[in-house]
T-cell receptor, first 116, second 114 residues
Framework: GAVVSQHPSWVICKSGTSVKIECRSL??????MFWYRQFPKQSLMLMATSNEGSKATYEQGVEKDKFLINHASLTLSTLTVTSAHPEDSSFYIC????????????FGPGTRLTVT | QKEVEQDPGPLSVPEGAIVSLNCTYS??????FMWYRQYSRKGPELLMY??SSGNKEDGRFTAQVDKSSKYISLFIRDSQPSDSATYLC??????????????WGLGTSLAVNP
C-alpha cells in the first residue's frame, strides 16, 4: 500500500522551455502533497506544499511563478518548471500524505531534470 | 544551529554488524519521528514512525526516541549489503491543519560491506 508514482522519471529539455512533472497516489487519497528538490549528496529541500483544490504554499526563496503547482484531485498533483534554465537541473521528488495519516509522507521515485 | 542534526557519514560496516544511526534535535515540541531509507537516485522509503518517546521494533530495525536528551536512534541488526543506502531522520511538532511538514536531517550514508 501507499504507492506514489511520478512521471516522467527523467527528462532533458532545452533552456527556456517548460516541463511538467506528474505525481500520483495510486492506492490512497492524498489531501496534501509535497514537492521537494534534492541536489547530489544533499538532503531534501521542501519547495512547496499543495492541498487539493487550493493554492500551494511555497517555502521561502522558492519562486511560485517559476514552479507552478496544481493539485486538481485527491490523487494527482503536478509541478511545472517554467522557462527552465540549467540551474533548475535537479532531482525533483513528490510525496503524499494519506487522508488518514498524520505526519508520515510517502514518496514517489523522483524525476531527474536536466536542462541544457 | 539547525533544528535537526545528523552526521552525514559515510559509515562503513561489515556485513552482520549492528548499525546505529542517530539524530539530535533542538525543538522540544517535536512529537513525531520518522526514519526513511533512500537508495541512490530513488525516492525515500518510510522505514519507521514513532510518536513521542520509547522504542519501536520492526524486524531487524529498532527505532528509539529519547525526548529528555532530544535524541533519536535507528538500530539495524544483522546488517546486509542491501541495507547500503542513505538514512534520513525526519520529525515534526504537533501542528493543526493540512500544512504539517517534516523537518529533515541531512541523511547518513551507510555502506555494508560483504
Amino acid at each position: 500500500g501507499a504507492v506514489v508514482s511520478q512521471h516522467p522519471s527523467w527528462v532533458i529539455c532545452k533552456s527556456g522551455t517548460s516541463v511538467k512533472i506528474e505525481c500520483r497516489s495510486l492506492d490512497f487519497q492524498a489531501t496534501t502533497m509535497f514537492w521537494y528538490r534534492q541536489f547530489p549528496k544533499q538532503s531534501l529541500m521542501l519547495m512547496a506544499t499543495s492541498n487539493e483544490g487550493s493554492k500551494a504554499t511555497y517555502e521561502q526563496g522558492v519562486e511560485k511563478d517559476k514552479f507552478l503547482i496544481n493539485h486538481a484531485s485527491l490523487t494527482l498533483s503536478t509541478l511545472t518548471v517554467t522557462s527552465a534554465h540549467p540551474e533548475d537541473s535537479s532531482f525533483y521528488i513528490c510525496s503524499a500524505r494519506d487522508l488518514q495519516g498524520i505526519y508520515e509522507q510517502y514518496f514517489g521515485p523522483g524525476t531527474r531534470l536536466t536542462v541544457t | 544551529q539547525k533544528e535537526v542534526e545528523q552526521d552525514p557519514g559515510p559509515l562503513s560496516v561489515p556485513e552482520g554488524a549492528i548499525v546505529s544511526l542517530n539524530c539530535t534535535y533542538s525543538n522540544s515540541a517535536f512529537q513525531y519521528f520518522m526514519w526513511y531509507r533512500q537508495y541512490s537516485r530513488k525516492g525515500p522509503e518510510l522505514l519507521m514512525y514513532t510518536y513521542s518517546s520509547g522504542n519501536k521494533e520492526d524486524g531487524r530495525f529498532t527505532a528509539q526516541v529519547d525526548k529528555s536528551s532530544k535524541y533519536i536512534s535507528l538500530f539495524i541488526r544483522d546488517s546486509q549489503p542491501s541495507d547500503s543506502a542513505t538514512y534520513l531522520c525526519a520529525m515534526s511538532p504537533p501542528v493543526a491543519g493540512n500544512n504539517r511538514k517534516l523537518i529533515w536531517g541531512l541523511g547518513t550514508s551507510l555502506a555494508v560491506n560483504p
